[in-house]
Every structure is written in structure tokens, then in C-alpha cells.
């Protein structure tokens, strides 16, 4: 007698199938039972998105937050920075300028410096002053347009304007990319005095370059 004939049933196609899943694995079965575009961020767990998921050149500046890469996480030499020895100088007219307790600050120096990039302006302030009455001594005010950077005072000479001293002051300030004028003004606090060989410099120094101080506003 024959062998009895085996019939394929959908009872038999539904177990096979069902065995062959189990076999490749539940990563085979999740996959199989998910549409495309249908894994959302709910569905993954924190942290276990790894480098090796992510497509080459996958991340992009659009994807990245403003202002928070920063230190370690950006290579320098990679970064076009403009070079920290651009000085913009500015000089007064020659001659000798006259401060009287009795009037406004005068300016006597002035510089439009333009930072290429955020970055720190390194402004030094330098004067030769002579006293017009004993014991006088000099407000120094250095301004970026109108934004006080630093007040000073500073001691002329002798009276009668027989001794000139030199003066100096140096200021780093934080700035933005654009152009800085840069405003230096003295008035005495008593008396008279004289300034000559008044002079404004500014040195730029880019955001993140060695030496520079802690990131500009």
C-alpha cells in the first residue's frame, strides 16, 4: 500500500512561517511587524543612538545649537581665524591740547578699529601730560562709542607745565564683528593741564585664539 499523500494546508504555511521567524530572530520579527517611518523618538531609548548609527557627514550646522560647541569639542587649526596683529592706531593733531577743570571732558584721540569677528579688542590709551596747578590730576575716560570701557585718573607734571609725564593705560574688552569707535577724553579734576603726544591703539585678538581670554559676549 502506498504511503499515505501529505496535503499543504494554510494550517501548515501559518506554522512554518511562524517557525521560520523564530528561528532568524526577534530582531527578523520586530522588523517584519514595523512600517517604514514608524519608529519614533518614544520608541528609542535614551543614549542608545551610537556614532556608528549615524550616516556619514549626518550631522550638519543646521542641527547644531548656536554657541555650544566650545573648548575641546572644536578643533582650532581647522578655524579661519583672522590674525591677533591688526592694530589700528589713531593720532590727535599735533600741538598742545588745554584741559580746564571749569569745562566738559575733551576728547583728544580718536580710532575706528574693525573687528573681522567676535573676538577682544586690546585698547592702550597714551598720553604726555603736564600739570597747569600743583596737585592736579586727570579723568581718563575711554569709550567704545558710548560704552564706558575704563576711568582713570592720571597725574600730570609740575605746575606751569615745566614737567611731562607719560601716561598709560591698557584695557581688553570684549566686542562683536562690526566697526568700534573708539573715543579717549580727559578733563582735570582741579586747575588746568596739558596734554601732548596723545594717542589711541587697539589690537584685535579673535575669539578662541591662544592666549585670547574667555569667550567675547
Request: proline share 7%; charged share 10%.
Amino acid at each position: 500500500m502506498p504511503p499515505p499523500r501529505r496535503h499543504l494546508t494554510s494550517a501548515n504555511t501559518a506554522s512554518a512561517t511562524a517557525l521560520a521567524v523564530a528561528h532568524a530572530g526577534s530582531g527578523a520579527a520586530v522588523a517584519a511587524g514595523l512600517a517604514p517611518g514608524s519608529v519614533r523618538s518614544a520608541q528609542i531609548a535614551n543614549g542608545q543612538v551610537k556614532t556608528r548609527d549615524l550616516a556619514a557627514k549626518a550631522v550638519t550646522g543646521a542641527k547644531v545649537a548656536p554657541d555650544t560647541l566650545t573648548g575641546a569639542d572644536v578643533r582650532e587649526s581647522t578655524l579661519n581665524l583672522p590674525p591677533a596683529s591688526r592694530v589700528h592706531s589713531g593720532n590727535a593733531a599735533a600741538g598742545v591740547t588745554t584741559l580746564l577743570s571749569s569745562g566738559p571732558a575733551v576728547e583728544v584721540a580718536t580710532v575706528d578699529a574693525v573687528a573681522p569677528a567676535r573676538g577682544f579688542l586690546v585698547v592702550t590709551a597714551d598720553a604726555s601730560l603736564a600739570g597747569g596747578s600743583a596737585g592736579a590730576f586727570v579723568y581718563t575716560g575711554l569709550y567704545d562709542g558710548s560704552r564706558l570701557l575704563a576711568n582713570n585718573l592720571w597725574s600730570p607734571g609740575g605746575p606751569g607745565g615745566t614737567d611731562w609725564v607719560a601716561q598709560s593705560s591698557t584695557v581688553t574688552v570684549p566686542v562683536a564683528a562690526g566697526q568700534h569707535r573708539l573715543r579717549l577724553t580727559l578733563s582735570p579734576s582741579s586747575g588746568s593741564a596739558k596734554v601732548y603726544l596723545q594717542q589711541l591703539t587697539a589690537l584685535f585678538v579673535p575669539a578662541g585664539a591662544a592666549g585670547a581670554p574667555p569667550a567675547a559676549d
